[in-house]
């Protein structure tokens, strides 16, 4: 069982960027696709980035594109998430998750395991 551990988040003002990592266990890690989820309060989890076992392959969900990019380093077993240009309406909890079967994927279903979030909150 893949262990996935993000870090990164916090508070910023709007305008400002994080860097989110999440850091995953096992050494198979470079053949599975990775993705970021969000979940802000009382609303549904939403697909945020996708990327590919390769890193060639990335999806983002429109309301990030050019401010959000996912990439990884398979030497280290990171995915990351960088978010510049944050807004009010990025507050949500961030979840990284892995998709056994390697490709980028926007569907919640192909993904098998899932970190515990880490907290990202933009203010006005």
């Known amino acids: 069982q893949v262990q996935l551990v993000e870090s990164g988040g916090g508070l910023v003002q709007a305008g400002g960027s994080l860097r989110l990592s999440c850091a995953a266990s096992g050494r198979t890690f470079s053949a599975y696709g990775m993705g970021w989820f969000r979940q802000a309060p009382g609303m549904e989890r939403e697909f945020v980035a996708a990327?590919?076992?390769?890193?060639?392959?990335?999806y983002y969900v429109d309301s990030v594109k050019g401010r959000f990019t996912i990439s990884r380093d398979n030497a280290k077993n990171t995915v990351y998430l960088q978010m510049n240009s944050l807004k009010p309406e990025d507050t949500a909890v961030y979840y990284c998750?892995?998709?056994?079967?390697?490709?980028?994927?926007?569907?919640?279903?192909?993904?098998?395991?899932w970190g515990q979030g880490t907290q990202v909150t933009v203010s006005t």
């Open positions: 998750a892995r998709n056994p079967l390697g490709w980028a994927t926007m569907t919640p279903g192909d993904f098998d395991s």
């Open positions: 990327i590919s076992w390769s890193g060639i392959s990335t």
